[in-house]
Every structure is written in structure tokens, then in C-alpha cells.
């Protein structure tokens, strides 16, 4: 602990320099240390620049069960320089953050300014835990087997479901609050759109709508592969359409959250964080508040990663004891639905931005592979985060201002691979456990997927909720969660991965269009030092 030192710079470095220690100690990652170290660094030189040298500062590094904060205190007058500092630019970065729960927090207490921040660790594969989890379920499974039928239905039924059920219950109860505070922060981040001008404007209406023409057409690339069923006719087709288009208005506010309709959920996340938009400075108090019950219904999301190992102990027990473990082995559909969706998705985005911008194939695929294959080994954009922005800069010849800008929001709300990831499971459980897929049926699963994909925060356990969510708006059976959650562990890998893949195609495309790309760069005319 470092208490009541004076702001000079000397005491500043020192205070970086503890910062590093301490994250290196606990074993953070280097680019997320460095980031943290700065935003601190950054954060006391604006008071200093306030108060002047001769105040004083506390800096307090802590851990608390697995979390991390940086505590900085600093007496004086009230002044939150993280809100008040900023350029738009840095107003909407802040929101992004916000929306992923990592914004550092201001309180004034005690006559004291305090701004806290969370370091977060780097997404580890819990590989010995999940391992545990299917030797055990082996284990018992078999055991079962040997025993009477009775016996290892009694402990499927009256042990291990319950628990399930209990779990599915809890992660069912806080899925809908989770998409809608994630979405009125998403919202409410971006500040006021006049402030955006007409670069933000353009990228922001590019993430949100190119995922829904994306997955379209892998839905159509997708159709040869799996049946689909007559709805009954096409006056019956066009009633059910218009049906679904209108149940997107709720009766109250209510219903949405305890049916778990998630199109429902997002119509009032829109509606509340458009309003607290346009209002302003005026809500600040409300919208302080979404902000911090986002941070905390993100971290109990967080924990809901620990689970992931009960799930798929629960999920192959009762497979092995039901004697349903063939369809564990039939599961390899989705597997073959996401890869055809997937090479889909990339050979479009890279045929779209060779031809647009006139480049070789395999000169833009040798230089969006290297981040690509990040996302594929590590399963985190975060951790392709430092590697991402000097490719799109130096080796992709794109704009700084689109980069800072657009990787950022690009990493929270365009996720194409995840919403390849969640319309293929959706078609797999579907034809697995019976539910026909008729063409109504197939257009809210792609309306479905997309919303989710862009309205799930970034954090561990948000894939889990999504799944809750679609499967109840599909009308697929809960127990399909189990399987579901089982091979996602893996899954989950490819999709991050096509994420990234199109967030830099598509920053490329989008700064070719504003005349904001260095296309010698991009071709590889120009030396990595060249000016």
C-alpha cells in the first residue's frame, strides 16, 4: 500500500510501477497489465493536472477471492476525471468498457475522490476440471450399468436432475436481466449520436445490421443439410410471420422476463436505453445505476463458469444411465452445420474485401490469420486484443481513428461466428429432440440468433444464457441445454476465432470505404517502417 504521497511525477512512476508488480505477481496477462498500469498512470496525472503536486494520493492493490482491484484515492474536491475529461472518442470507449464490465468506478466519500479498477485474468481452459467431469461421469455411468436399471434411474432422477434442474433454474432467472442491462449500457455508452459524426454512425449501423444479412446467407447455405417441414401453407406462413413480428411488443413489462422472450427483452432494452439518451446528463443517477447493476449481475454471470464442469457431468450421467448417449454421438451435425457455417462466412467476407479493395487472397489471409488463430488457441478476443490492433494498423494499412474505435465496439457487439455458432445448434437440437422446422420456424431462429449474438456481453457464462434463452424461444426442450452445454466447451473455440476473422475484414472494408485505408499497406507495397 502506498498512502498520502504527493502527485509528482516521480511518485506517479512509482505508483505504475507497483501496479505492474502486483498484476505480474498474479499472473495477469502482459497487454491487459500494461493497459491497466497506463489507464492508472493516466488517471493521477488528471488529478494532478486538477489539484497540482502538492496534493496527495493513496493507492491500495487488493485481491478478493479470485478478483483484482486497484483502489486510488485521492482527497479533494468532488471530480470523476474519467467522465468529465474526455474526448468522444474516449466518452465512447468509456461506454464500451462499461458495457464489459471493466470501466473503472468513482465514488466520492469521505472528502475523498476513490476510482477503482477491476483487472480481469486472462479466459483459461479449465482443462483439468472438465476432464475430472467426464472421467467421473464415465465412471458413475458405468458403475450404473452394472447395477440394476432401478438403481441408476433413481440416482439420475432423485440426485443428479434436481441439481440440474436447480442450476438451469438459476441460470434461467438472471439470462433476461443480463441481455437487457447489457443492452441499455451498449446503448447508453455510445453517448450522444450527434458526437459520433459520420464515421461512428456508419460503423455502429455496420455492426448491428451486416450480422443479420451474414447469417441469412449462411442460413440459405445451410438448408441442404437438414429437413425442413410444410408450415401448412402460405397464408398460414404469412399469418405466423406477422404473428411473430408483432409478439415483439409486450403486453407488460413483466412477462418478457418470466417467459424468457428474448426479441421482448431487447425491444425494451432499446426502448429504455434510447430514452436515457436522449435525456442525458438529466438521468445520470438511473443510468449510473444500469451501469452498476450490469457490473454486478456480470460478475455472478462470471461465476456461473465454475458450473461448466457440473453441466457436463449431469449432461453425459444421465445420457450414459438413459442409454441416450447416441445422441451425444449424433450430435456431430452441429459440429458439420457450424463448419459449413463458418467457411461460409469466411470465404464471403474474404471474397467481398479482395474485390472491393482489388487484394490477393492469400496476401489478406496471411495477414488476418495470425489473429485469427489467437481466437482459435485461446478461445478470448481479449487476448488477440494488443495483436489485433497493430495488424489492422501496420499490416492492414487501417485508419487509427476506425481502429481505437472500432475494435472495441467491434469485440462486444460483432459477433458473426457466434451467431453461426448459436442458429446451427439451434437446427441440430431441434432435429434431435423432434421439433419441426418449418420456414416460420427457421425465420425466428435467425432473427433469434443474431439478437443474441450482438446482445451477449462478452463475459464467462454469457454463452450459457443465450442458449436458455433460444432454446425456450424455439420451442426446443430444456434437457437440450445439457448436450448443448458439453460441446460448446469446444465449439466455443472456432466461433471466436470467425469473429475475429470478420471484425478485421470488416474494419477493413468499412475505412476502404471512407477513404480511410492505406491500400499500399494493405497490398503490401509499403515497409512495415515506411512513412
Not at 371 to 392: K, Q, Y
Amino acid at each position: 500500500m502506498m498512502k498520502d504521497i504527493k502527485l509528482t511525477n516521480g511518485h506517479i512512476d512509482q505508483a505504475s510501477y507497483r501496479v505492474e508488480e502486483f498484476l505480474y505477481q498474479e499472473g495477469l496477462e502482459s497487454a491487459e497489465l500494461v493497459r491497466m498500469k497506463l489507464a492508472v498512470e493516466e488517471t493521477l496525472l488528471k488529478y494532478q493536472e486538477v489539484f497540482g503536486t502538492e496534493a496527495v494520493f493513496s493507492l491500495r492493490c487488493l485481491k478478493r477471492l479470485t478478483r483484482l482491484r486497484l483502489e486510488l484515492s485521492i482527497p479533494g474536491e468532488g471530480l470523476d476525471v474519467i467522465e468529465a475529461g474526455g474526448q468522444p472518442d474516449s466518452e465512447i470507449l468509456r461506454g464500451i468498457l462499461a458495457g464489459m464490465g471493466v470501466l473503472p468506478t468513482w465514488q466520492y466519500k469521505n472528502g475523498k475522490n476513490v476510482v477503482v479498477f477491476t483487472p480481469r485474468k486472462r479466459k483459461k481452459l479449465q482443462i483439468f476440471p472438465l476432464a475430472a467431469a467426464i472421467v467421473l461421469a464415465l465412471f458413475c455411468g458405468g458403475m450404473c450399468q452394472l447395477l440394476p436399471d432401478s438403481t441408476g434411474l433413481f440416482f439420475s432422477k432423485q440426485l443428479v436432475t434436481p441439481l440440474f434442474d436447480t442450476a438451469m433454474g438459476f441460470l434461467s432467472a438472471v439470462a433476461g436481466p443480463m441481455i437487457f442491462l447489457s443492452v441499455i449500457c451498449g446503448i447508453y455508452g455510445l453517448g450522444d449520436l450527434a458526437t459520433l459524426g459520420r464515421v461512428g454512425k456508419r460503423m455502429i449501423l455496420r455492426f448491428l445490421l451486416l450480422p443479420f444479412v451474414w447469417t441469412l446467407l449462411v442460413l440459405v447455405a445451410l438448408l441442404p443439410f437438414f429437413r425442413t417441414v410444410s408450415g401448412g401453407g402460405g397464408s398460414l406462413e404469412l399469418s405466423g410471420l406477422q404473428e411473430m413480428i408483432l409478439d415483439i411488443v409486450p403486453d407488460n413489462m413483466l412477462s418478457p422476463f418470466l417467459q424468457g422472450n428474448p426479441m421482448q427483452i431487447v425491444f425494451l432494452a432499446i426502448i429504455f436505453g434510447m430514452a436515457l439518451l436522449v435525456l442525458g446528463n438529466r438521468v445520470a443517477v438511473v443510468a449510473s445505476v444500469m451501469e452498476q447493476a450490469n457490473a454486478l449481475i456480470q460478475l455472478v454471470m462470471e461465476g456461473v463458469g465454475v458450473l461448466v464442469p457440473f453441466f457436463i457431468f449431469c449432461s453425459l450421467f444421465n445420457m450414459l444411465v438413459s442409454s441416450r448417449l447416441s445422441m451425444l454421438l449424433n450430435a456431430y451435425q452441429w459440429l458439420l452445420l457450424q463448419l459449413i457455417g463458418s467457411i461460409v462466412l469466411l470465404a464471403a467476407y474474404t471474397g467481398l474485401v479482395c474485390i472491393r479493395r482489388k487484394t490477393p487472397p492469400l496476401t489478406l489471409i496471411k495477414k488476418l490469420l495470425p489473429v485469427f488463430l489467437i481466437g482459435l488457441t485461446t478461445d478470448s478476443s481479449s487476448a488477440a486484443f494488443s495483436t489485433n490492433v497493430e495488424t489492422c494498423e501496420k499490416e492492414l494499412g487501417i485508419d487509427h481513428s476506425i481502429v481505437s474505435f472500432g475494435i472495441p465496439l467491434g469485440q462486444v457487439v460483432f459477433k458473426p461466428g457466434a451467431a453461426v455458432l448459436f442458429l446451427s445448434a439451434g437446427i441440430c437440437m431441434a432435429g434431435l429432440y423432434g421439433v419441426p422446422v418449418t420456414p416460420a420456424w427457421l425465420f425466428l431462429a435467425w432473427l433469434t440468433t443474431v439478437v443474441l449474438s450482438i446482445a451477449a456481453p462478452p463475459v464467462a457464462g454469457g454463452g450459457l444464457t443465450c442458449f436458455t434463452i433460444l432454446f425456450m424461444q424455439l420451442g426446443i426442450p430444456t434437457e437440450a441445454i445439457a448436450l448443448t452445454v458439453a460441446l460448446n466447451v469446444i465449439l466455443e473455440f472456432p466461433a471466436t476465432a470467425v469473429n475475429l476473422f470478420c471484425l478485421q475484414a470488416e474494419l477493413v472494408d468499412s475505412s476502404g470505404s471512407l477513404g480511410m485505408l492505406d491500400l499500399e499497406r494493405l497490398h503490401g507495397k509499403k515497409h512495415r517502417g515506411g512513412m
